[in-house]
Nanobody
Framework: QVHLEESGGGLVQPGGSQRLSCTASGNIFSIDTMGWYRQAPGKQRELIAL???????NYVGSVKGRFTVTRDNAKNTVYLQMNSLKFEDTAVYYC????????????????WGQGTQVTVSS
């Protein structure tokens, strides 16, 4: 019923920048929170950044000042601008959204994208 399509991953050099995008589509009534998680090899999935409907944001400490999350509510799209990338930013990045379906507007459900690989390497 809902699909989150990510794009923008790839190979980038240390110190470089990358921009990820994620668009939600399907039987959506409204979207509450959107954001990004990541999972590095051998590690658990971790929160990177969240953004709510009115633009309020929350970042995990390791990316503060380097990553910026934004959203376009009209397009059901969330972005992650990543600057000053480091080797340790290498991971699969997952789009996240908590939203309400047209068929169950009283219920908030979490959805995830398939993930996009970001590799920081020289």
């Amino acid at each position: 019923q809902v699909h989150l399509e990510e794009s923008g991953g790839g190979l980038v050099q240390p110190g470089g920048s990358q921009r990820l995008s994620c668009t939600a589509s399907g039987n959506i009534f409204s979207i509450d929170t959107m954001g990004w998680y990541r999972q590095a090899p051998g590690k658990q999935r971790e929160l990177i950044a969240l953004i709510n409907t009115d633009g309020g944001t929350n970042y995990v400490g390791s990316v503060k000042g380097r990553f910026t999350v934004t959203r376009d509510n009209a397009k059901n799209t969330v972005y992650l601008q990543m600057n000053s990338l480091k080797f340790e930013d290498t991971a699969v990045y997952y789009c996240y959204s908590s939203l309400r379906l047209k068929t169950s507007v009283w219920q908030v459900t979490d959805y995830w994208g398939q993930g996009t690989q970001v590799t920081v390497s020289s």
